[in-house]
């Protein structure tokens, strides 16, 4: 699933058709509980999670799977060059860090020739508007322009959850400075079969504005 609207990689294809998935070696970014590697093992592909959090990684191992989890950051994959041939992130690590080209160059370096990478980030738009789902949620109240991330901190004053924007503009440039080829930008538009509501993302506004980017990039 790329995002909370539904898009279904047995359905998108982002990674190219699933039944070429077998044998393929992919790093999932940002894993979380490991759901695409999950479902990337279940086609036959050769996956490996990686996470910054500990905490996630021990969800991924009680869910269970065959594959291997990774504790490391993004930015600094413990991985030989041209390790895998495709690489993915469903909202993993790349809205958590100051500078995504660190990122995307290290997922650049470690993905052979031709090798590709799709994730998926908040979709820029929704930075101007309050997360809400409701209708609150469909009046600009902040400007798309504004950089400054959004950060909690715990009573001493200490980060806690830190998020970055980076425009649509930005993160095309991000990618194309990083060394890769955008080959498609996914919106994915609410479907009507869709009808939960999971933070500030719902039918409501779904129907709207979009949601969810879905980067396709290529290694040049
Ligand atoms: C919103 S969750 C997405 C998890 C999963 N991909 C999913 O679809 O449910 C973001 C994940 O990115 C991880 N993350 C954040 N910064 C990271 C970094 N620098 N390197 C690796 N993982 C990171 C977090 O620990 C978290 O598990």
């Given at each position: ?81 041209g390790?895998?041939d495709l ?24 993905l052979r020739p031709g090798g590709r ?63 890769f080829r ?36 290529e290694r040049d």
């Amino acid at each position: 699933m790329w995002g909370p609207e539904g898009l279904d990689e047995a359905e998108a294809g982002l990674l190219g058709p699933p039944g070429e998935l077998r044998g393929r070696d992919v790093l999932e970014i940002g894993a979380g509980a490991a759901q695409c590697a999950r479902w990337l093992a279940g086609r036959g592909a050769r996956p490996v999670a990686l996470d910054i959090s500990h905490r996630q990684l021990q969800h991924a191992l009680r869910i269970g799977g065959t594959f291997p989890l990774v504790c490391a950051d993004a930015a600094a994959l413990p991985f030989a060059d041209g390790s895998f041939d495709l690489a993915c992130s469903a909202y993993g690590a790349l809205p958590f860090v100051a500078d995504p080209r660190l990122v995307l160059r290290e997922v650049r370096r470690v993905l052979r020739p031709g090798g590709r990478l799709v994730f998926s980030v908040t979709h820029p738009i929704r930075w101007a508007f309050p997360d809400e789902p409701g209708p609150e949620g469909l009046s600009v109240s902040a400007s798309y322009f504004d950089r400054t991330p959004y950060v909690e901190q715990d009573e001493e004053g200490r980060a806690v959850y830190v998020e970055h924007h980076r425009t649509l503009g930005d993160r095309v440039r991000d990618v194309v400075a990083s060394g890769f080829r955008l080959v498609d930008l996914v919106e994915p538009e609410w479907p009507a079969w869709n009808t939960s509501e999971w933070g500030g993302w719902s039918p409501l506004r779904g129907r709207l504005i979009p949601g969810t980017a879905v980067f396709v990039c290529e290694r040049d």
